[in-house]
C-alpha cells in the first residue's frame, strides 16, 4: 500500500444483470482526508461508494470482481466478515434515518448491540458525538424526545453521530445535503471539515460548487468510468482529461 492510502481498488467491475455498471476501477483514496465522488447522475458514484461497505451485496443480481483494501484486507474476500466491515464505515444517506426511538437511544443503539451498555458510559458517548456534530446544545434537554421531532437538517446530523458512535474508520456519504436546506447544507460541510481530521471521509455530489468547498482529493466518474482522479487542486485548476474539461464548465448536467 502506498503511505497515506485508505482504500486501493483495483480493476473494479460490477454487473447488474447484464448491465455494466463500474467498468475496470483502479484508484486510491486518501487517509484522512476529504474524497469526493464527482460526476452526473447515473454515472455509477452511488453504485462504487456502496461497493466500499459491501452494500451491493443486497441486490441479487450483482455481479463483482477485482479488488478493494482497507489496509491490507480484501473487502471482496468471500471470508471478509461484513458486520465488521460495515462497522468500520458509517454511511450517511441522502435523505436522513433516523431509528423510531428517542435521540438518546439513537446514538446508544449501536454501542448496546456490542455489549456495552453501561450508563455513565453512555451517557458519556451521547454527549461527545452529539457534540462532535454540533447538535449537543440544541438537544441536551430534550434526549428523551423522539428524533423524529428534529427538523430534517438535525435529523442529518443525528445519523451521523449515530454513525460515529462505534467508531468507525471510514465516513461513506452519499449525497448528504440533498434534501438538506442551505443552513443546515452549510452546517453539514462544516462538520465534514473538522471530522477529516480523524476520520477518512468519502462524499458524493453532483454540485460541483460543494466539491470545491470540500474536497481534498477528487474522482470524476463518467458512465461507469473513473476518467480521472487526484488531488482537488490538480482536477479543478489543471485537469489532464477533456471530458473532465467539459464537466468543469457544466457539461453534462
Same mark, same amino acid.
Request: with cysteine; aromatic share 6%.
Given at each position: 500500500?502506498?503511505?497515506?492510502?485508505?482504500?486501493?481498488?483495483?480493476?473494479?467491475?460490477?454487473?447488474?444483470?447484464?448491465?455494466?455498471?463500474?467498468?475496470?476501477? =483502479?484508484?486510491?483514496?486518501?487517509?484522512? %482526508?476529504?474524497?469526493?465522488?464527482?460526476?452526473? @447522475?447515473?454515472? *455509477?458514484?452511488?453504485? &462504487?461508494?456502496? @461497493?466500499?461497505?459491501?452494500?451491493?451485496?443486497? =441486490?441479487?443480481?450483482?455481479?463483482?470482481?477485482?479488488?478493494?483494501?482497507?489496509?491490507?484486507?480484501?473487502?471482496?474476500?468471500?471470508?471478509?466478515?461484513?458486520? %465488521?466491515?460495515? /462497522?468500520?464505515?458509517?454511511?450517511?444517506?441522502?435523505?436522513?434515518?433516523?431509528?423510531?426511538?428517542?435521540?438518546?437511544?439513537?446514538?446508544?443503539? *449501536?454501542? /448496546?448491540? $456490542?455489549?456495552?451498555?453501561?450508563? /455513565?458510559?453512555?451517557?458519556?458517548?451521547?454527549? =461527545?458525538?452529539?457534540?462532535?456534530? @454540533? &447538535?449537543?446544545?440544541?438537544?441536551?434537554?430534550?434526549?428523551? !424526545?423522539?428524533?423524529?421531532?428534529? $427538523?430534517?437538517?438535525? %435529523?442529518?446530523?443525528?445519523?451521523? +453521530?449515530?454513525?460515529? +458512535?462505534?467508531?468507525?474508520?471510514?465516513?461513506? +456519504?452519499?449525497?448528504?445535503?440533498?434534501? &438538506? !436546506?442551505?443552513?443546515?447544507?452549510?452546517?453539514?460541510?462544516?462538520?465534514?471539515?473538522?471530522?477529516?481530521?480523524?476520520?477518512?471521509?468519502?462524499?458524493?455530489?453532483?454540485?460541483?460548487? %460543494? #466539491?470545491?468547498?470540500?474536497? !481534498?482529493?477528487?474522482?470524476?466518474?463518467?458512465? *461507469?468510468?473513473?476518467?480521472?482522479?487526484?488531488? +482537488?487542486?490538480?482536477?479543478?485548476?489543471?485537469?489532464?482529461?477533456?471530458?473532465?474539461? #467539459?464537466?468543469? /464548465? *457544466?457539461?453534462?448536467?
Amino acid at each position: 500500500m502506498i503511505n497515506g492510502t485508505k482504500i486501493k481498488v483495483e480493476h473494479l467491475n460490477l454487473h447488474i444483470g447484464k448491465e455494466h455498471i463500474l467498468k475496470d476501477i =483502479n484508484l486510491v483514496i486518501p487517509e484522512k %482526508q476529504l474524497t469526493v465522488i464527482l460526476g452526473p @447522475s447515473g454515472c *455509477g458514484k452511488t453504485t &462504487l461508494l456502496k @461497493s466500499f461497505n459491501r452494500l451491493t451485496d443486497l =441486490n441479487p443480481d450483482v455481479k463483482i470482481s477485482g479488488h478493494i483494501f482497507n489496509g491490507d484486507e480484501d473487502i471482496l474476500h468471500p471470508k471478509t466478515e461484513i458486520t %465488521q466491515l460495515r /462497522k468500520k464505515m458509517g454511511l450517511l444517506s441522502q435523505s436522513p434515518y433516523p431509528l423510531p426511538m428517542s435521540i438518546f437511544d439513537n446514538i446508544t443503539y *449501536g454501542l /448496546k448491540i $456490542s455489549g456495552r451498555r453501561k450508563k /455513565k458510559f453512555l451517557i458519556r458517548r451521547v454527549e =461527545n458525538y452529539l457534540r462532535q456534530v @454540533s &447538535l449537543w446544545e440544541e438537544v441536551k434537554d430534550r434526549l428523551k !424526545d423522539p428524533a423524529s421531532a428534529l $427538523s430534517i437538517g438535525q %435529523q442529518q446530523r443525528l445519523c451521523l +453521530a449515530r454513525g460515529l +458512535a462505534v467508531d468507525p474508520e471510514i465516513i461513506l +456519504a452519499d449525497e448528504p445535503t440533498s434534501a &438538506l !436546506d442551505p443552513v443546515s447544507s452549510k452546517d453539514i460541510e462544516e462538520m465534514f471539515l473538522k471530522l477529516k481530521q480523524r476520520y477518512t471521509i468519502v462524499v458524493v455530489t453532483h454540485i460541483l460548487r %460543494q #466539491a470545491r468547498r470540500i474536497a !481534498d482529493y477528487v474522482i470524476f466518474m463518467y458512465l *461507469g468510468e473513473v476518467i480521472e482522479h487526484g488531488p +482537488a487542486e490538480q482536477i479543478f485548476e489543471h485537469p489532464q482529461h477533456e471530458m473532465t474539461k #467539459a464537466y468543469l /464548465k *457544466g457539461a453534462y448536467n
